[in-house]
């Protein structure tokens, strides 16, 4: 094979794995959002086996290609991905899915072993494996090139995923496009390995010396292995720390999973593929900048709760400093002789960035500081980099001192007035008490990041009044009031502190699926609702959609579909498959009462094509009520009986409902959320 036709199936294989490597994390996150709440944590865990999973690959590319003869390392690596062929297609079991009582990480990462384990393995190990083939087999061949082309890939198949396939491909159909896709890849590598096989022993000792001298090889010292692990492990630990912050009070989506991780590649990209694109004299000051600025952001309500601020202000963040972490890696670089030790070393910081952020922090952190650690280790990181500039090594120094102390203030604001605060894979809840003027107005809250879930007033006489997004003019508290007025059956999707329970009369039953136990907890102890309601009140624990779809029929009087993480919102609750499940629950005259308030996006008409796609009647009742205790909410009402709807009390409060022009009812397959952001 000519020279060129060498390096284009070197090319085409390195291609194809990273493209197929970062198609497959979306693809198969997105599977499996429903069965765990729709949670961003999702994507958090995924992200860990991802990267441990590289870092499984890394290690057995710097292992065989050191310990292995070139024919011994073809054998064992066609053999694996002739088994890995006999795994396919990548759809994950229905076995799979959650009962409510499993550890949500533990069962996510063996749900992905079981699913894409060994594709996954051997698409991790292709990058350094084939540049180790490359270096070995090539003349002159600059084999960091191939880094950056494996890079490009992966973002290219980030980006193509929510605007090109995900519109287009149902989940299955993208299952099996992915499987016979990973199947040219094997032929591809296969064709890679024996070209290696056989042309290893053709090069002379001195073209191997030339090969390592024109990539600069140098012996890399203990130091050096530490700083290419912590510059690694801080892009990693950034990028998840900053997915968690602009993802968990927006919306559980891969379009908002994606952003961070196709700047984190695009750093990669640039940074590899040449020296020009990072220098350190530009890149400095306007990193300083955003480091100094993101952190103060943490800890301002007034940034920390803007979508307008937030998304741009930490996606130029997470740029400037993946630009500075991977652009000073980058001149850390080793010759070939070194290149699986540096791309394990590699590997290797981004899961210890990936298990801290995804794993560690979730369990010992009583809210989401990840990111101000990180902002504040980053710029002691930059203190021991410009160490021959003592003017810059001390404005690094300053730096991380103001990054300390905005964490402070986060925390401190955190626990001012804080009774309880708690945190697991669902997010980060605390409870409170806030004082009025008049005393009778002093309420009780629950958060859940920085939305509020539910209030209740201290005062005795007050505690069983309805507040926040549930008073008697919102859309449920119409609904309630207007269904059958004996022994009513009540679902609720949904806990917070339980407010709804206060409707409930002797007689009533009110049935809460709920999937955070630390939710529960709450509202049990730090709330009355539930127990001084005159209902007889269950709680469900689990995902509403897989409890429902496992329970006979409850014949629900009314339906509330109110389950919200932070303000984001739980697609899978809100689609054509799921109005199908809400209805097999409903009795012939129920009403479906979808909660949608949202600061982002504009929900209302997403339900209502759903209906109309099913035949039912809607009613958008928009309530902005008086009372410092009520908010204004948007809720609709969906029926199989259009009179329900027509009732006085529910006829009166309709709103009138501008369709959006182009809006296709969404299903798990599909879901465009371009369309309804506000």
């Known amino acids: ?285 306007p990193t300083a900048a955003l480091l100094l600025v993101c952190a103060y952001g943490l800890q301002d309500s007034a940034i920390g709760v803007n979508i307008k601020v937030v998304i741009p202000l930490y996606a130029a963040g997470l740029f400037f400093f993946c630009m500075f972490l991977h652009g000073e890696l980058a001149q850390l670089r080793p010759g070939p002789r070194y290149l699986t030790r540096f791309y394990l070393m590699l590997s290797l910081g981004g899961a210890v960035g990936g298990i801290t952020v995804g794993l560690i922090a979730p369990r010992i952190l009583p809210a989401y500081y990840e990111l101000g650690i990180g902002l504040g280790i980053t710029a002691l990181l930059a203190l021991v980099l410009l160490r021959p500039s003592r003017p810059l090594q001390v404005g690094a120094g300053v730096l991380a001192g103001l990054c300390a102390w905005f964490l402070y203030v986060q925390i401190a604001d955190d626990f001012a007035d804080t009774r309880q605060i708690a945190r697991n894979f669902y997010g980060n809840l605390l409870s409170l008490d806030a004082q009025r003027e008049d005393p009778r107005d002093n309420v009780r809250q629950l958060y859940h990041g920085s939305i509020k879930h539910g209030e209740q007033f201290l005062a005795p006489d007050r505690r069983q009044q309805p507040t926040t997004y549930y008073g008697p003019t919102s859309g449920v508290g119409r609904a309630i009031a207007h269904t059958d007025p004996h022994d009513k059956k009540v679902g609720l999707i949904g806990l917070g502190a339980g407010t709804l329970a206060v409707y409930g009369r002797p007689g009533d039953t009110y049935r809460f699926y709920e999937i955070n136990p630390q939710v529960v907890a709450l509202a049990q102890t730090e709330f009355s609702f539930m127990s001084e309601s005159q209902a007889r009140v269950e709680t469900v624990l689990g995902d509403a959609r897989l409890s429902l779809e496992r329970e006979a029929p409850q014949g629900f009087d009314v339906l509330a579909v109110d389950a919200f993480s932070g303000d984001s919102v739980p697609v899978h609750l809100i689609t054509a498959q799921a109005m199908d499940l809400y209805l097999r629950h409903l009795d012939a005259n129920g009403i479906i009462a979808f909660h949608l308030t949202n600061r982002f996006l504009w929900l209302p008409p997403v339900v209502a094509e759903i209906a109309r796609a099913k035949g039912l009647s809607t009613a958008l009742i928009h309530d902005n009520p008086d009372g410092r205790s009520l908010r204004r909410t948007d809720w609709m009402l969906v029926a199989r009986n259009p009179a329900v709807l027509e009732q006085e009390g529910i006829r009166e409060a309709v709103t009138a409902l501008e369709p959006v022009p182009g809006l296709l009812a969404w299903t798990d397959d599909f879901n465009n959320l371009f369309q309804i952001l506000k």
């Not at 060498?6 to 194809?16: N, P, Q, R």
């Not at 499987?179 to 042309?199: D, E, K, N, P, W």
């Open 1 to 285: 094979m000519h020279s060129s036709g060498s390096k284009l199936l070197f090319a085409g294989t390195i291609f194809s794995s990273a493209f197929l490597l970062f198609l497959v994390q979306p693809l198969i996150a997105k599977q499996i959002l429903p069965w765990f709440g729709g949670s961003a944590a999702v994507w958090s865990v995924c992200m860990v086996f991802f990267q441990v999973t590289l870092l499984g690959g890394y290690a057995y590319a710097d292992w065989v290609s050191r310990h292995l003869a070139p024919r011994r390392q073809v054998m064992v690596h066609v053999a694996l991905l002739a088994l890995s062929l006999t795994l396919l297609p990548i759809v994950a079991g229905s076995d799979w899915k959650p009962s409510g009582n499993e550890d949500p990480t533990l069962w996510i990462l063996g749900l992905l072993l079981a699913t894409i384990g060994l594709p996954y393995f051997l698409l991790s190990t292709t990058g350094p494996l084939i540049q180790s083939w490359v270096a070995r087999s090539l003349i002159g061949a600059h084999v960091y090139r191939y880094f950056s082309l494996s890079n490009l890939a992966s973002l290219l198949a980030l980006l193509s995923y929510p605007f090109l396939i995900e519109p287009r491909a149902t989940l299955l159909h993208q299952a099996y496009a992915w499987s016979g896709v990973y199947a040219l890849f094997a032929i591809l590598c296969t064709g890679s390995a024996l070209y290696f096989m056989r042309h290893m022993h053709s090069l002379p000792p001195e073209v191997h010396a030339q090969t390592h001298e024109a990539e600069g090889d140098w012996d890399p010292r203990p130091r050096d292995y530490l700083m290419w692990l912590s510059l690694s492990a801080m892009g990693s630990w950034l990028l998840l720390a900053i997915t968690n912050h602009i993802t968990q009070n927006v919306a559980a989506i891969p379009f908002l999973w994606l952003l961070p991780l196709s700047i984190y590649l695009l750093t990669f990209v640039l940074c590899f593929e040449s020296d020009r694109w990072y220098r350190r004299d530009l890149f400095l000051l």
